[in-house]
């Protein structure tokens, strides 16, 4: 049951690092790589412990549980093999609550299942009409939104935030299609701190980037295995994999505190614990 607090709240998130309330995760009961659609599944192919994910994303339920989030989790579907990424069929910008429109075949028709969970507990939502665009490509700072250009989410869609959204400056971000999507490369920790890998931006956005915030590097070991794919969730505090221990020294250096949890069958397939969580509300 939903409590009552955050049942009649409606969705607010105006940053990636505010303290985390309430969000949805899918369980990865059917886990799997079947069409190839970015460089880590290439590689991973053929090579999933799906008990393993099981446990692994069941543990990162359990770590925002004891830290006070309230988790609900979207129904699994055999029929979407990579629902576990809820990040990506849904986004909260402000106090709007988009529901994203995927291009893969793989992953159309992640939208309406979200869209009926939503309806089914009146959380107001509202579906991107026109073009492309998934989760993992919108960032949200205050009066910014950074939205990643490589592909996966199309200009007409950014436009149309653009439009729709005018109290805000949206900010599109290129990068080679390789990477999938902008979290994957650009994670923003605080109003003045972020995860950068800068091999996969122009030196005109580094620029950009660095004149906002402290860029805090990530290497090209650890950003294969989605360092920069970390979960804020809220008064400096971090979810980050044990097997990028580099990024996780660097976080507590800057006074971060980060808990550890494997997610190390789950990111084969290209996506670690942002991609896996929809943040409904932020305070």
Request: with cysteine.
């Amino acid at each position: 049951m939903i409590p009552t607090t955050l049942a009649s709240a409606p969705p607010r998130c105006f940053t990636e690092y505010g303290r985390l309330e309430h969000v949805l995760l899918c369980p990865p009961t059917y886990f799997q790589i079947r069409d190839v659609i970015n460089q880590t599944q290439r590689h991973f192919v053929d090579d999933i412990n799906l008990e393993k994910a099981d446990t692994q994303h069941r543990h990162f339920m359990e770590c925002l549980q004891r830290e006070g989030v309230e988790v609900e989790l979207l129904p699994a579907e055999k029929r979407f093999p990579e629902q576990v990424f809820t990040r990506d069929i849904g986004f909260t910008l402000g106090s709007h609550l988009f529901v994203a429109r995927m291009d893969e075949n793989v992953r159309k028709g992640e939208e309406t299942l979200l869209q009926k969970w939503l309806t089914n507990r009146g959380i107001p939502h509202s579906p991107i009409p026109i073009g492309s665009i998934e989760g993992g490509d919108v960032l949200v700072d205050d009066d910014i939104i950074w939205i990643g250009d490589s592909g996966r989410t199309s200009r007409t869609a950014i436009e149309y935030l653009r439009i729709t959204l005018p109290h805000f400056r949206v900010i599109s971000l290129s990068f080679p299609e390789k990477y999938l999507h902008l979290d994957c490369v650009f994670n923003i920790l605080s109003h003045r701190e972020a995860l950068v890998y800068p091999p996969a931006f122009p030196d005109s956005d580094l620029r950009r980037l660095s004149s906002r915030y402290h860029l805090i590097e990530v290497e090209a070991e650890e950003q294969f295995t989605l360092g920069t794919n970390i979960l804020s969730i809220g008064n400096r505090t971090v979810i980050s994999q044990p097997i990028n221990p580099r990024v996780n020294r660097k976080l507590r250096q800057r006074g971060f505190r980060v808990l550890e949890v494997e997610l190390s069958e789950i990111i084969k397939s290209g996506g670690a614990f942002r991609c896996c969580s929809l943040p409904l509300r932020r305070t």
